[in-house]
């Protein structure tokens, strides 16, 4: 009995069960995502917006470079750098906050259109907003993991924060990687 | 010279091995998304390479970065 009291207070126990459901919420806001992917292959089958490639193709390119450093900042916590992993942490952080300025700054204020104006306009900023919204959250979620991790909070055995950080930041990613091609790259632009 | 023992004793324990993959996955990454945007350029209807580019580039989050496989073994000491 003691045994097992002791066994489901240990810190893997709790990671172990906290993974769990984390993925089983990961689960759920992918089904949100895949509807708006849907939706837009729905009303528009072989069109897609005017956009700018080239700031799209770099959005994309810093968003999958912030991936990175978060994997390496998950690293270098797993093996006990903690100056490693402050380090790419903040470096994710800024490479997040310029993809929010590309999409919200200069995606949605060049877009061809306006919010609400017709059915496209509607699925691409809800598409782009909702993403945003995510990566919004998933900065913030950073920020906290930042702060805490500078406070020595995190250590190479315990650091399941850190680990529900970057899966969470990288699932953002994984959304991204198949709303830039929708968005993008296929269909004819209109 | 303490950093450099910390380091050493680090990549003893598979720590250089999973930078190297971590750096390996953001190339390839990287250049399937290169690829991804002149596909896009070029075949305007052409969307299947395009979306079997976009679920490889996924599985490869998932699988390296995202740790997959961890919900379905015993975790931290894994990785340790």
Redesign the interface.
Known sequence: MTTQVETHSS??FK??TN??GL?LFIISDAFVFAGLLVSRFYLFL?ERPELN?VLG?AI??IL??S??F???AD?DI????EKGFTRNILVTIVLGILFLVGVVGLEWSTAPFSVGENAMSSIFFTMTGMHALHVLSGVIFLLIVYRKGKKGFYS??QHFPV?AA??YW??I??VW??F??AL?????AV | MEEKNIQEEQNGNGYKEDRNIGAAVIVLLLVLTVGEFFIGRIAIDWNWPLWGIAIFKAALIIYYFMHVTKLFGSSEEERL
Do not use: C
Request: hydrophobic share 35%.
């Open positions: 810190y893997k990671s172990d993974r769990l993925w072989g490639q193709f994309t390119l999958l470079t991936s990175f978060m994997y390496r690293t797993s093996h006990g750098n190479q055995e680990e970057a899966i990288h699932f990613d994984v990687i198949f830039y091609p993008y790259l296929m269909g004819r």
